[in-house]
């Protein structure tokens, strides 16, 4: 699967969280555990997901366009999302 992002977000993301969005490629998409993004009209559906990556769970927002996974956000999850990410697996 095509993975995108814009790489003036990805200097955002890097300096805010600390993670490159083109951590995104070792994501397994189906893997991921998702919810629609409804905390505001974004102009497009988005998607809030959590999903582990090298032993670490994180949570990634993106939205699907056409074929490809366009991400927004990627970060580590707190431990507040860890533990409920662990109660509902």
Same mark, same amino acid.
């Given at each position: &699967?095509?993975?995108?992002?814009d @790489?003036? =977000?990805d200097s955002s993301n890097q300096r805010k969280h600390g993670v490159s969005l083109s951590l995104a490629q070792e994501i397994d998409w189906?893997?991921? &555990? $998702? =919810? @629609?993004d409804t905390r505001q009209?974004?102009?497009e559906v988005r998607e809030i997901g959590y999903t582990v990556i090298d032993d670490r769970l994180y949570c990634v927002v993106f939205t699907?366009? $056409?074929d490809k996974m366009h991400v927004i956000s990627l970060r580590k999850a707190n431990s507040r999302e860890v533990r409920n990410y662990v109660e509902q697996t």
């Open positions: &699967m095509e993975i995108t992002f @790489p003036a =977000k189906p893997e991921v &555990m $998702a =919810k @629609p009209d974004y102009g699907q366009r $056409a």
